[in-house]
């Protein structure tokens, strides 16, 4: 795994969401885009708004969004079923529809298939970029997903605990505590395995972390704000990049994602865990504004469980 980088965030589902850079490093926060809802700057998974109701036998325009959604997080692999139909096609298929369920249980929701308020809901908020489910079947198992912590295929990790990390140039100074924070949680849920330092050179860290936008050529661009807030890399690639189209707070600021939470949350992406069912864990895929977030048992176990701690 080590020779093969998976982004967690992946190359979004489609160009044309990825939405103009409005936002500069300016202010108390990192002013950005309007968030979530706002019509004058909508989320890029906005679209989904217009889906609901959705199910099976229907064609509405946007259905092909939809697939495409799906696809990018991992519960539509239509690139290996030759069953899925064109996702060119705005059409509610079989295939959508197991995907549409795979999703639902994934997120604890009642699985009809159909896109109904819960799921559109849960679907439009805002995220890390990494896809949820890394096979998808599509067969009846595929639905029964076991509510705990997850590694990668493979299971890379990192042959030491003791890692250096550095900012980007352009990371603003106020945010370096609150990550430098989320790095000693880490290191402290470990039971000293892991001892992280900070590097004098960028290029030589282990881990690196900066304040990406749009198209930073990591092959996994972001979207503007309200859809993808960061992506992390698996072991041993250690890039963390934070969305500089969000509007990224200290604490629980309205209307503000927690830098330290988020941090939390790709740092464990950086040490080797996928996403969690669990929706209290710090690996829990989806992300609230102007709420702060901390590890659990969950994610302490999961990485205690692949370190072997």
Known sequence: MASKLLPFSCILFLASFILPVLSHLQGPHLQANTLLGNETNPSPFGFLKAMEGCRKGDTVKGIRDLKFYLAHFGYLHYQKNPNVRDLKEDHFDEDLEVAVKSYQVYYHLNATGTLDRPTVSQMVMPRCGYHDIETHDHTHNSLHIVSRYRLFPGRPKWPSGQLTYAYGPLFPARFKPPVDRAFRKWATASSGYFRFS??????????????????HRDGSPFNGSGGVLAHAFIPRDGRL?????????????PNTFDIETLALHEIGHLLGLDHSQFQSAIMWGSFFPGVTKGLSSDDIQGLRNLYGI
């Open 198 to 215: 900070r590097a004098t050179s960028y290029q030589g860290a282990n881990l690196k972390v900066s304040f990406q936008r749009v198209d």
């Open 241 to 253: 990049h934070f969305d500089a189209d969000e509007r990224w707070a200290i604490g629980a600021v």
